[in-house]
Nanobody, 124 residues
Framework: QVQLVESGGGLVQAGGSLRLSCVVSGRSFSSYFMGWFRQAPGPEREFVAAISWGGMRAYYVDSVKGRFAISRDNTKNTVTLQMNSLKPEDTAVYYC?????????????????WGQGTQVTVSS
């Protein structure tokens, strides 16, 4: 069974930084296309970033380009989201997700496995 565990969330002032990590267990990590999503209060989960199997391709939502960076370490089964210049509108629960057959990285339906989420709160 595949498990994803996020860590690194917390409370930070606007302009600050946080680093989220997601450790994947259960199957070969390098076989998964990895993504980060977030969900503010409400029904929709928003795509944030994704990274290809070998880490050569990265995708971002426009609102985080230039501020967030996704990376992965296939030797440590870990994907990381470095978040800089945080804004109050970045406040959300952040979820890590894994896809074994990547179709469209920005769609939640693409992903097979999800973590439990980690809260990020940015104060103004």
């Amino acid at each position: 069974q595949v498990q994803l565990v996020e860590s690194g969330g917390g409370l930070v002032q606007a302009g600050g930084s946080l680093r989220l990590s997601c450790v994947v267990s259960g199957r070969s990590f390098s076989s998964y296309f990895m993504g980060w999503f977030r969900q503010a209060p409400g029904p929709e989960r928003e795509f944030v970033a994704a990274i290809s199997w070998g880490g050569m391709r990265a995708y971002y939502v426009d609102s985080v380009k230039g501020r967030f960076a996704i990376s992965r370490d296939n030797t440590k089964n870990t994907v990381t989201l470095q978040m800089n210049s945080l804004k109050p509108e970045d406040t959300a629960v952040y979820y890590c997700a894994a896809s074994s057959t990547m179709a469209e990285p920005r769609m939640t339906s693409t992903y097979d496995y999800w973590g439990q989420g980690t809260q990020v709160t940015v104060s103004s």
